[in-house]
C-alpha cells in the first residue's frame, strides 16, 4: 500500500517555541492530507483536513493560528505548533488520501510524539 | 451525524483464546468500514475494510462483515497471539461530506 512518512519521529521543546511536523505521502501524490491528535489511551481527534494549494479547513476547536497548516506540495504537509506549551503535549498523527484508490483510502504516518517540557 | 462506537476495553485474553471487539456505526448513507490497528508507540495501520453491505474484510486471521441491518462491522478472531496485543480502532468514511470517523479505541492484551 502507499507510504506516509512523518519527521521527526518524536520531539522535545521548551515552553514557548515552534515546532514543526512535516507528513510526506513517499510514492503517491495527495491532494488531501489530514492530522489527527491522539492523548494518551484516547482515539483520534481530527484537527484539520489540508488542501493542496489552499487553506487547510480547521474542526471546531482548534486554534488555527496556533496550528498552523501548509500544504505546499501534494507530497508534503507540515503542522507547526506555535508557541507551544505542555497542554501541547500529545501525540499527532497525518494521514494522506491516495486518490487513486477507489475507495478514498486513508494511510497514516507513524506519528509524531511531542513533549513540551 | 455520523459516529462510531465500539466496546470499550481494556480486553485481556490468553493465547489462543477467541476474540470480539464489537463496533457499530451511525450514518445518512452508506459508509466504508475499517478496523485499523496501533501497536505501541506507532501510527495507526489498515488491518482490513469493508465498501459494501455483506463485505467481508480479512487480514492476518482477523475478520469483520459489513451488517447493514444491524449496522455493525464486529471484529473476530479465531485464535490470538501474543504479538496481537494492540489497540484496534473501528471506523468509517462517509465519501459523500468527506467524514471519517473513529471509534474510542480497544485496547487488546494477549497473555501466553
Known amino acids: 500500500g502507499a507510504v506516509v512518512s512523518q519527521h521527526p519521529s518524536w520531539v522535545i521543546c521548551k515552553s514557548g517555541t515552534s515546532v514543526k511536523i512535516e507528513c510526506r505521502s513517499l510514492?503517491?501524490?495527495?491532494?488531501?492530507m489530514f492530522w489527527y491528535r491522539q492523548f494518551p489511551k484516547q482515539s483520534l481527534m481530527l484537527m484539520a483536513t489540508s488542501n493542496e494549494g489552499s487553506k487547510a479547513t480547521y474542526e471546531q476547536g482548534v486554534e488555527k493560528d496556533k496550528f498552523l497548516i501548509n500544504h505546499a506540495s501534494l507530497t508534503l504537509s507540515t503542522l507547526t505548533v506555535t508557541s507551544a506549551h505542555p497542554e501541547d503535549s500529545s501525540f499527532y498523527i497525518c494521514s494522506a488520501r491516495d486518490p487513486r484508490g477507489r475507495d478514498n483510502e486513508q494511510f497514516f504516518g507513524p506519528g509524531t510524539r511531542l513533549t513540551v517540557l | 451525524g455520523n459516529s462510531v462506537t465500539q466496546m470499550e476495553g481494556p480486553v485481556t485474553l490468553s493465547e489462543e483464546a477467541f476474540l470480539t471487539i464489537n463496533c457499530t456505526y451511525t450514518a445518512t448513507g452508506y459508509p466504508s468500514l475499517f478496523w485499523y490497528v496501533q501497536y505501541p508507540g506507532e501510527g495507526l495501520q489498515l488491518l482490513l475494510k469493508?465498501?459494501?453491505?455483506?463485505d467481508k474484510g480479512s487480514n492476518k486471521g482477523f475478520e469483520a462483515t459489513y451488517r447493514k441491518e444491524t449496522t455493525s462491522f464486529h471484529l473476530e478472531k479465531g485464535s490470538v497471539q501474543v504479538s496481537d496485543s494492540a489497540v484496534y480502532f473501528c471506523a468509517s468514511y462517509q465519501y459523500n461530506n468527506n467524514d471519517m470517523r473513529f471509534g474510542a479505541g480497544t485496547r487488546l492484551t494477549v497473555k501466553p
Open positions: 469493508a465498501t459494501k453491505a455483506d
Open positions: 510514492d503517491f501524490q495527495a491532494t488531501t
